[in-house]
């Protein structure tokens, strides 16, 4: 008897289902995860005070280190008494379930890992414009111009190396050009990975195409692989069978270094990506109170802080990462990410006919 759409959700039945499968992307190394290295220990941040009245439940769609979904969910809930169901994937994925799920939204509150995809629902409309507590204090050119999305965290992509199974470490992405590096070079591929396709578009942007498209195709006279998300091009390089990654991501490396592995990352002197990894708030959110509050939550100091004890690199300029180099310390390549979008939508297809 009614004409309108109920947006229904059965997260008794489907919660079950997403823990399964993120537990088994993770284990191929498709989900990007945070081990449970990283520092948890208590840091003197600013403890955030939680809004009354908060209640009920939000899904939360998250593209995190599975460590850090959890760390933050864990800390949400305890204060503020609200369910948070989560379901964790690749970008990719979780803009594909997104785009399924468009008769009946699901998702309150989601979390990407590529601006290019938060760009690409902002202008689908499907966004409510919203600036957390704490915006303020984050990095230039880390919120979009629409204020429909804001990075909350970031990663720098790096040259990850084998320190036992190299004998020179490369310090420019150039370097893998040189024979010294033939077969042993392995990139994330930018069809599953958002972060190596924002890679390869500020290179675009920063070099032009055609300097850009000289190095790739020496890369690729040289033997360089593309092969899965950044999980499996890590794997490779832990595991020997590859000696550097190409624009692996910087938090992955440092937790693996945390555990014992042979892993070591090294900034590219001529310039990277630090990827501001964007958050945003569905405009057909059934819960908007609680997801603004768990938006404000993760750019608080003591959300931050969380980020970065994951090796995550903070958006909040007064909150320093735990692992690598400062932010400003960072040489990098075209930070306007709205423009980089904006002029070079098609560059992901193009490497695409030309090497994949």
Not at 86 to 106: M, S
Not at 133 to 154: N, Q
Not at 308 to 332: F, L
């Amino acid at each position: 008897m009614f004409s309108t759409p109920v947006k229904t959700k059965k997260w008794s039945s489907l919660t079950a289902g997403v823990v399964g499968t993120a537990l088994l992307l993770t284990g191929c190394g498709s989900v990007e995860d945070s081990p449970e290295g990283g520092n948890d220990s208590a840091t003197s941040a600013e403890e955030w005070q939680a809004p009354e009245g908060l209640s009920g439940e939000i899904s939360y769609y998250s593209a995190n280190p599975q460590g850090l979904t959890d760390a933050l969910v864990e800390k949400f809930e305890e204060k503020t008494g609200v369910t948070v169901n989560t379901y964790a994937d690749t970008t990719g994925k979780i803009t594909a379930r997104i785009k399924a799920e468009e008769a009946n939204p699901q998702a309150d509150l989601v979390y990407l890992a590529s601006w290019s995809a938060a760009t690409n629902q902002a202008e689908s409309g499907a966004l409510e414009a919203y600036e957390p507590e704490g915006a303020d204090e984050i990095h230039d050119g880390w919120a979009s111009e629409s204020g429909d999305f804001i990075g909350r965290d970031g990663s720098a992509l790096a040259l990850v190396v084998n320190t036992e199974a190299i004998d020179e470490k490369p310090e420019d992405w150039e370097d893998l050009t040189d024979e010294a590096y033939k077969d042993k070079v392995i990139m994330p591929d930018p069809r599953e990975s958002g972060t190596a396709a924002d890679l390869i578009t500020a290179m675009v942007a920063e070099w032009g195409e055609d300097k850009t498209w000289e190095l790739f195709d020496v890369l690729f006279d040289n033997g360089m692989v593309v092969q899965g998300a950044n999980g499996p091009a890590l794997d490779s390089v832990t595991a020997g069978s590859k000696t550097v990654a190409f624009g692996g991501v910087d938090y992955s490396a440092y937790s693996a270094a945390d555990k014992g592995e042979p892993i070591e990352v090294i900034i590219p002197s001529s310039g990277t990506t630090v990827t501001p990894r964007p958050l945003m708030i569905m405009k057909d959110s059934d819960n908007p109170e609680a997801a603004k509050a768990f938006a404000d939550f993760m750019f608080s100091e003591e959300g931050q802080e969380i980020s970065a004890s994951k090796n995550m690199i903070p958006a909040r300029e007064d909150v320093e990462p735990q692992a690598g180099p400062a932010y400003d310390d960072i040489e990098k390549l075209d930070e306007d990410w709205d423009e980089i979008v904006s002029e070079s939508a098609d560059v992901r297809d193009k490497f695409v006919e030309r090497y994949l």
